[in-house]
């Protein structure tokens, strides 16, 4: 059973237009993260929220927002898709808050054309 | 400023075989060090993890070595199968931080 599940596996939007990707969790971790994969390279991390705290990452370009309206879900808002946001976009979770790292589960993956 | 650093970028190898996949870290804060498998059109998923009171940890055909004074780990697959073939990452982390740093991924091949 998938426990971290993304909507859409696939989306297309046009250059400029704000496209919403989403992540769900059965897990009931209090860590979500959103990152950016592009063909043949590692995850790079965007951003990740411990509980509903926001931790940007310095080089994540404002153009990518995110929401957690709640433990179970996670939104990446990219508000102006450019050629270059091309990417498949994971969401992983782990649960935070031990006295050490725990591993992070990812979904699928939403592979985002732009046009 | 890469964190991790991961050799090689890709490998062939022989159905059978024992490739190993190398990953070498500067921050001795790091404190946990997990292995994922990637398949086409898939999410990274964890394969084996270790810590680094350990040397060694096996599970199944998967074994990790772990170096603390070298600050180096790797990844043994023994008894390769072409099944096997995927992208693997190694990854570190420091203790509760929440953060993972990867290392740039070695596409994995085996031929029947």
């Known amino acids: 059973d998938a426990m971290v599940i993304q909507n859409p596996r696939y989306q297309v939007t046009q250059f400029g237009k704000p496209v919403t990707l989403s992540c769900s969790q059965t897990?009931?971790?209090?860590?979500m993260y959103w990152y950016q994969q592009k063909s043949s390279q590692a995850p790079k991390l965007l951003f990740h929220y411990y509980d509903k705290d926001f931790n940007n990452e310095a080089d994540t370009p404002d153009n990518f927002q995110s929401r957690r309206p709640n433990t179970s879900f996670c939104f990446l808002d990219i508000r102006s898709p450019g050629l270059g946001d091309a990417a498949m976009y994971l969401c992983a979770t782990s649960r935070g808050g031990g006295p050490s790292n725990q591993p992070q589960h990812f979904g699928d993956g939403t592979r985002l054309s732009i046009l | 400023q890469q964190q991790v650093k991961q050799s090689p970028q890709s490998l062939i190898v022989q159905k059978g075989g024992i490739p190993i996949i190398n990953c070498a870290y500067e921050n001795t804060a790091f404190d946990y060090f997990p292995w994922y498998q990637q398949f086409p059109g898939k999410g990274p998923a964890l394969l084996i993890a270790?810590?680094?009171?350990?040397s060694e940890k096996k599970e199944g055909r998967f074994t990790i070595s772990f170096n603390k004074s070298a600050k180096q780990f790797s990844l043994h697959i023994m008894d390769s199968q072409p099944g096997d073939s995927a992208t693997y990452f190694c990854a570190a982390s420091i203790g509760t931080g929440n953060q993972f740093y990867f290392g740039t991924g070695t596409s994995l091949t085996v031929i029947p």
């Open positions: 897990l009931n971790h209090n860590v």
């Open positions: 270790i810590r680094p009171d350990v």
